[in-house]
């Protein structure tokens, strides 16, 4: 299986790392928007293509498989490319920062009929698994993850989906599948607390579920003490109760420079995104389901612009899910709070 890397920083380099791992695998085509990272790796990997043209590189590549790490914003653009080449797909959350686009790529994926993989590595996690045996039914769910402020990172940055975009789809989701049902209401407040971003930077969400259960969702840049674990999980029925948490993949106040890349890489740090690309590579192959599918994206990619819609309304939102026909077509192309880059928040 020939694999095609769009974006190599430490996501891609860690992807690679686990790709080369497979029976039979190998990366055959690497794509970065610095084009003498691309062609260093590339010639490093003997792969026969590179460029830092994602569109031009995959209609050239001899490769079956795209893993798609690159920036937060291009992410759904780059998928759609791979989906009209007819490649199967694995992509780092969050599969798009607005909802209209992250449907976008599901019509794609639908209409290609290829594998398309979303990477919440979250829920490989030993502990998230136990809590899912032990509490089918959880009354209640929390999640928070927190970082250092990204007052250094490009990661925090508007375009790229600010703290939300780094951690909010990873978090959103895990409620979700500790909950294993499907969101109703979503209620939101959030500020700038810690400086002075276009976005908030922090946020706690409260969600609904059909079967009653409720979850909040903590994701903010106030730092991480002794006490406070990166990321960490709490579910409750009531009766019984479990907690899990862990360590984020990744040092979120770097800038993911080539010099930074090989030594911030560590196969321990990244064991859930290993475990996601194996499972991607056995659903392509017949051998099982992936670790999340594209619907799993776009789900996390609604409760975030439903979590905005509720911070600058401050009311509640109602999640009308709406079916998409397996055709190839915007949906809710006029809605503005999905199109809205600038939120209202208070100081």
């Known amino acids: 299986m ?8 430490r996501s891609g380099h860690a992807l690679r790392s686990q790709i080369e791992s497979l029976p039979g695998a190998s990366v055959t085509c690497v794509v970065d928007a610095d084009s003498r990272r691309a062609h260093t790796v590339a010639g490093r990997l003997n792969a026969t293509a590179w460029s830092d043209n994602a569109s031009v590189a995959l209609r050239r590549a001899k490769a079956d498989a795209v893993c798609i790490a690159g920036p937060h914003a291009s992410r759904a653009q780059l998928a759609q490319s791979a989906l009209e080449q007819g490649l199967h797909v694995f992509i780092e959350p969050p599969v798009a920062l607005r909802h209209p686009d992250a449907q976008q790529v599901l019509g794609y994926a639908r209409a290609a009929r290829t594998t398309v993989a979303v990477n919440f590595w979250m829920r490989t996690v030993s502990g998230v698994r136990r809590m899912r045996r032990r509490i089918p039914r959880p009354t209640f769910v929390q999640v928070a993850a927190v970082v250092h402020p990204l007052s250094e990172s490009s990661r925090g940055m508007a375009e790229h989906g600010g703290v939300m975009g780094l951690l909010g789809s990873h978090a959103l989701d895990l409620a979700g599948y500790l909950m294993q049902s499907t969101p109703r209401y979503v209620q939101a407040m ?3 607390h810690t400086r002075r971003a276009a976005l908030a930077d922090t946020v706690t969400v409260g969600i609904r579920y059909a079967n009653g259960g409720l979850a909040r969702v903590i994701v903010g840049e106030f730092g991480r003490t002794r006490a406070c ?3 960490r999980a709490y579910a409750t029925d009531g009766a019984v109760t479990a907690t899990a948490q862990g360590s984020l993949p990744f040092d979120e106040t770097a800038t993911g420079h080539a010099s930074t890349v090989e030594r911030d890489c560590s196969p321990g740090a990244y064991a859930g995104q290993f475990e996601g690309v194996r499972a991607f590579a056995n659903a392509v192959a017949g051998r099982g389901e992936p670790l999340a599918v594209a619907d799993d994206g776009v789900r996390a990619a609604h409760l975030t612009d439903s979590a905005y819609e509720s911070m600058s309304s401050r009311h509640r939102v ?4 709406k079916s998409l026909p397996d055709t190839i077509r915007p949906v809710y192309g006029n809605d503005a709070v999905a199109n809205r880059r600038n939120h209202s928040f208070r100081s």
């Open 2 to 9: 020939q694999f095609a890397i769009v974006g190599y920083g």
């Open 190 to 192: 959030g500020g700038r």
């Open 229 to 231: 674990a990166p990321w």
């Open 318 to 321: 109602s999640i009308a899910v």
